[in-house]
């Protein structure tokens, strides 16, 4: 009996290296093998997500395997986009189905539904692998993109000061690049409040304990006092304490009136990016989004529409 995996597919749907018609089952090869703590996932060539999971577990331990490795696969998304500029929303156990591994293949077998179904990052793939060729319109990236995110150099370093924050990046990123824009500056600033914390308990480790204790305290030292410190103590420069009180603001209008707007999520954006080479000492993904317009006819695409990156 084949081993069973268990995983879900980068969405938007990519394909690492050329799509061939005549080579469906290309699409299911196992490309490479990433080791994320104790979890060996296996990419696809069809951007798939796996881990084989362990036989024999009851069903509380099925729910644990399943969040355990929904942490795992948003650290590997978080590392596309800082790394390689592939953009995929996060994935969560919803999006989890069955597969079967063998011979350097994995491909999903079947889904089951809910009150919602999740189809298009799970038998949906798999149907247009075995039923069409509609999976060589796939967008192709570059097989070389799965390399470079293999070690993991941004998401191990997000990660350490927080377990849900490559999750949030991922996110952050991806609303950001289908115009979700108030969801965008909020994913944004949960991760650059985050790593502001970082250094504020880095700066007050020092502090005597009872000291300490007050100065964890959120209600006297918001974001705000704490960027300022931070500022002042020359933990962050003048640049970054704006691009993230920026973000602080925009945060704020959207929770508390609703505001939101291109200008603001842009911002946003650029405070995470800002963060996230404060935090990682190098360089990510500038994040963009796109503006379509239906019913123009373009160079690029006969389709019905035209959209440029911002």
């Avoid at 099925?62 to 696969?73: C, Q, T, Y």
Wanted: proline fraction near 5%; hydrophobic fraction near 40%.
């Amino acid at each position: 009996m084949p081993p069973t995996a268990i995983g879900s597919y980068i969405f938007p749907l990519r394909f690492f290296g050329v799509p061939h018609p005549d080579h469906a089952d290309a699409a299911t090869e196992i490309v490479k093998d990433i080791q994320i703590g104790e979890h060996l996932v296996h990419v696809t060539r069809g951007g798939g997500l796996f881990v084989t999971r362990p036989e024999g577990l009851a069903t509380d331990e099925l729910f644990a395997f399943n969040e355990a490795i929904e942490i795992s696969l948003n650290r590997l998304i978080c590392e596309f986009a800082l790394a390689a500029n592939l953009i995929s929303e996060p994935m969560s156990p919803v999006h989890f189905w069955v597969a079967q591994l063998s011979k350097g293949h994995i491909d999903i077998r079947g889904a089951a539904g809910g009150r919602e179904s999740y189809y298009e990052r799970s038998i949906g793939p798999s149907t247009l692998l075995n039923g069409s060729d509609w999976w060589t319109s796939w967008t192709s990236v570059d097989e070389s993109a799965v390399d470079q995110v293999a070690p993991l150099n941004f998401s191990t370093t997000i990660s350490s000061i927080s377990e849900s924050a490559p999750r949030f990046v991922a996110s952050a990123y991806s609303h950001y690049s289908r115009a979700h824009m108030a969801e965008a500056i909020i994913d944004a600033f949960v991760v650059i409040e985050q790593i502001v914390d970082h250094y504020w308990s880095q700066h007050i480790s020092q502090v005597p304990l009872k000291r300490r204790e007050r100065l964890k305290d959120t209600r006297l030292y918001t974001a705000s006092s704490r960027i300022e410190v931070l500022e002042t103590t020359g933990v962050i420069d003048s640049a970054q304490s704006t691009h993230f009180h920026n973000a602080r603001g925009h945060r704020n209008n959207v929770a508390h009136r609703g505001a939101v707007g291109p200008d603001s999520a842009k911002e946003s954006m650029s405070a995470l990016k800002a963060a996230l080479e404060l935090l990682c000492g190098d360089e990510v993904t500038q994040p963009q989004t796109s503006k379509s317009v239906m019913g123009v006819k373009t160079t690029r695409n006969r389709a019905s529409h035209g959209a440029a990156n911002h």
